[in-house]
């Protein structure tokens, strides 16, 4: 976030007025920021201010658990900076960590930082366009529909077709990608996944099909209900903000409502679920439950980073590889140790493995593109 928006923000949750959105966006950045950006925050909020805001946001997050130190000394504003995680990355067990340095092993690892922005669409008729490749303004005309990408790498698509012509959008592993519907729904696709959606939506329904993680923000409109069809639930909403996380390689699918209320079905069942802001539905073995969670781990890819509430190596290492494009084997007598922590994405991969081997329960081989995560 841009320092001004992070003060508003901030000056926002004060006065008690921030959004369930805001709310989890500034959740996230307090998890994240470093140090250097508190001097100007300074320039807008006073000590006082800043002090209230802190403890307000530490008694909101914390978990017992992470053996995590939160009590932050106020002497000055550069003392604030000294954060709940102690540093702006850095994973952390249940129990402390032994006194014991493992190095991380690497071996001409072909991988540096992740590439962004970067997506393949199909259109209707076949033809395909690379949209990290093409020119910003008008990409392609299809059914009455004209087909835009803007200077920040959006996509927009404006008119009215004549008929419906389904469009897929896939973002490879190490790539995501914001569109905006022909209703105006934004959407943010994360790392290998796909969104399939008609050039213009006609009829009763809006439908979309989701194969991977996505961030919607839904243009209201009562009288056509918006669908999301993802693996193993159906999603209807009129209008709100809420995170689908449905990829093949996990056993569960997870929504996340931030905004509105969406109702979750259960495939081939009648059994469904209302959300509420602060809740999520998971799928799994064909079941549907639902429970109040920190909204902000479900956001903090599109935020820019990873946060891991509770999660094993190989959890976690799918996430990782998917953002980096790397394959990942494991040896034998792999630690089953949970973790909590966060880290930025635009982080090198060897900085993100680094911060694993330092909890002392992890070693890495890099191989080209090949992780091996060893005892």
Not at 53 to 78: D, F, M, N, Q
Not at 111 to 118: A, E, F, H, S
Not at 295 to 320: C, H, N, P, T
Request: glycine share 6%.
């Amino acid at each position: 976030m841009e320092k001004q928006e992070v003060s508003n923000l901030l000056a926002k949750y004060l006065a008690g007025k921030c959004t369930e959105e805001e709310r989890a966006i500034l959740e996230t950045w307090y998890l994240t920021y470093e140090e250097k950006e508190l001097p100007e925050l300074h320039q807008d909020l006073k000590d006082e201010q800043l002090k209230e805001i802190w403890e307000a946001l530490a008694k909101e997050i914390e978990t017992p658990v992470y053996p995590i130190s939160r009590k932050l000394p106020w002497t000055s504003i550069a003392s604030a900076a000294i954060l709940l995680l102690s540093l702006s990355i850095g994973f952390y067990f249940y129990r402390p960590k032994q006194e014991k340095t493992i190095s991380i092993v690497k071996e001409k690892s072909v991988v540096q930082k992740p590439i962004t922005n970067k997506a393949m669409l199909t259109l209707a008729d076949g033809r395909t366009i690379s949209l990290d490749e093409a020119q910003n303004g008008e990409i392609a005309m299809q059914a009455g529909v004209t087909i835009t990408k803007t200077k920040d790498g959006q996509l927009v698509y404006t008119g009215k077709a004549d008929a419906s012509a389904i469009n897929r959008i896939i973002t490879p592993k190490g790539s995501q990608y914001q569109l905006s519907l022909p209703d105006g729904t934004k959407v943010w696709l994360n790392a290998a996944s796909s969104l399939s959606y008609p050039a213009a939506f006609t009829g009763a329904k809006r439908e979309v099909s989701l194969i991977g993680e996505a961030y919607f923000e839904v243009s209201e409109n009562r009288k056509m209900p918006f669908i999301v069809h993802s693996k193993g639930q159906e999603i209807e909403v009129l209008g709100t903000h809420f995170n689908v996380n449905a990829y093949d390689d996990e056993t569960r699918t997870e929504t996340t409502l931030i905004k509105g209320s969406v109702r979750v079905k259960l495939l081939n069942s009648s059994k469904s679920t209302l959300l509420k802001p602060g809740e999520q539905a998971v799928v799994e073995l064909n079941q549907l439950d639902k429970s109040a969670v920190n909204v902000a781990e479900a956001i903090a890819w599109k935020e820019g980073y990873f946060l891991f509430e509770d999660e094993d190596i190989q959890s976690i290492m799918r996430k990782i590889a998917r953002w980096y494009d790397i394959d990942v084997v494991y040896a034998p007598n792999i630690s089953q140790q949970k973790l909590g922590g966060n880290i930025s994405r635009s982080k090198p991969l060897a900085t993100v493995l680094k911060t694993f081997s330092n909890t002392d329960k992890f070693n890495f081989k890099v191989e080209g593109r090949r992780v091996t995560v060893m005892p």
